[in-house]
């Protein structure tokens, strides 16, 4: 019997392939369970009320694969609860509500939402327990505002720190200090009354901390109010731009006229955990594995890369020009994550998001390198202000671009890098993933 030949992977299914790999690692319909073994074994499932809540891009996903876990194994367990996600991220649930609300932008959907979670882990008591199911987006869709505050009010801050260009580490200081439920506040309400708190967490975060994934809805939170109002002072957003309600909140905070965020010692004696359960490194990891079954040397160049995507592509670009020149025993692929920012001037709209900002980058800065190729997407399925994941691209698609006259460097400067990339069909679309672990870049450099 002969067999057949097996025909090599093109560049471009391999580049897909690596991003296939990366979200499928972070997929809660199999490590949702896995966890959940773990922090309930045997004869120690949730006795009392079983409270599930939770947001994020992945968060419906989770509770979808909760409730198939909890049929199997807790067949006694009566399991309640709401979960937010972004819009077109909901997956099925029979016992959990599924709220879609808007992202990164709250809006009212969100913000009754968020209500309800509140409520239900204020009923809790002692000896009933509260699983809550984290993941990024979180902090957006969670958006309950403190006393004195208005939705709007929320919406106008997010937008003003958006545009700002501030890291989502630095949006989410402020974002923990005007709301009810970030920053322990979840926690903090289910465990006045006894309550048992399981949080279980999909990492879209560099150093995956508990108290930064989503603002923390479970952890203890190291920032202050001086820590947010030092942000907007950074990014020199005054009362024009930030409404004169949360600036008035944060400086009460900042007087002591306000309770801080959850802290440690607000911990001591509670039952409170937080798991991470998901990371992005986890998923540069199982990218890097497969590139290698394709005769490909990986280097993983770590999960907290940051910084203007602008400057990131042109970074990497001269990283990837320096290995060449050094010259390559076998073909290399350079793997990357960590969430990059895009500061948009005023006046200008801008199509797409990080990845297809920092792959128009490097695409620019790499001029002159036909060997070389790269895709870099978003795990949750959305980059940026499109239906794209992210792009990608080859020799091919850098051949196709010269001959159709389209000049990477215009494109740039109008922050139009989805338009680019659509001009040339080079777009990853995957429509949502249900998970959420950052940002994946992948470059290719062959002999």
Not at 244 to 272: F, R, W, Y
Request: proline letters at 4%; glycine letters at 10%; charged letters at 20%.
């Amino acid at each position: 019997m002969t067999q057949k030949n097996t025909k090599p992977a093109t560049t471009e299914e391999i580049l897909k392939n690596a991003f296939v790999a990366a979200v499928a690692v972070a997929d809660p319909q199999i490590i949702v369970p896995q966890y959940l073994a773990k922090i309930f074994p045997v004869g120690q499932e949730p006795t009392g009320r079983c409270l599930v809540v939770g947001a994020g891009k992945a968060s419906a996903s989770m509770a979808s694969a909760l409730e198939a876990y909890a049929k199997i194994h807790w067949p006694q367990v009566k399991l309640e609860g709401v979960v937010l996600t972004r819009y077109g991220h909901s997956s099925p649930t029979s016992h959990i509500r599924i709220v879609e609300a808007g992202h990164p932008v709250p809006d009212q959907a969100g913000m009754d939402g968020a209500k309800e979670v509140l409520s239900l882990a204020k009923q809790l008591q002692t000896g009933d327990v509260l699983i809550a199911l984290v993941s990024g987006g979180g902090s957006s869709l969670l958006t309950l505002p403190q006393e004195g505050i208005s939705i709007d009010d929320i919406r106008k801050t997010t937008e003003a720190l958006l545009r700002s260009g501030a890291p989502i580490e630095e949006m989410n200081v402020v974002r923990k200090h005007l709301s009810a439920i970030l920053g322990g506040n979840l926690a903090r309400a289910a465990i006045a009354h006894g309550a048992r708190v399981e949080a279980l967490l999909i990492s879209d975060v560099t150093g995956d901390s508990p108290a930064d994934i989503a603002s923390g809805p479970c952890a203890a939170d190291y920032s202050t109010y001086l820590d947010a109002l030092n942000i907007l002072e950074k990014y020199q957003l005054d009362a024009k731009a930030i409404p004169v309600s949360v600036l008035n909140h944060l400086k009460q905070g900042l007087a002591g006229d306000i309770p801080e965020t959850l802290k440690d010692a607000d911990l001591i004696n509670a039952q409170v955990a937080n798991h991470v359960i998901a990371t992005a490194y986890k998923s540069l990891e199982a990218a890097a594995e497969y590139v290698r079954t394709q005769g490909y040397e990986s280097l993983v160049l770590g999960d907290t890369i940051t910084g203007e995507a602008q400057d990131v592509g042109s970074e990497q670009a001269a990283l990837a020009r320096n290995h060449l020149a050094n010259g390559i025993e076998k073909p290399l692929a350079l793997i990357s994550g960590g969430e990059c920012t895009v500061t948009i001037p005023i006046g200008l709209k801008g199509r797409g998001g990080r990845c297809s900002e920092f792959l128009l980058s490097l695409f620019a800065a790499s001029e002159g390198f036909p060997n070389l190729a790269a895709l870099a997407a978003d795990t949750d399925g959305i980059d940026g202000s499109e239906k794209n994941a992210g792009a990608w691209f080859s020799a091919e698609i850098r051949k196709d671009s010269e001959l159709k006259g389209l000049n990477p460097e215009t494109f740039l400067a109008a922050h139009d890098c989805y338009g680019f990339f659509a001009e040339l069909g080079a777009l990853v679309e995957t429509g949502p993933t249900l998970t959420n672990v950052n940002d994946f870049r992948i470059i290719l450099l062959d002999k």
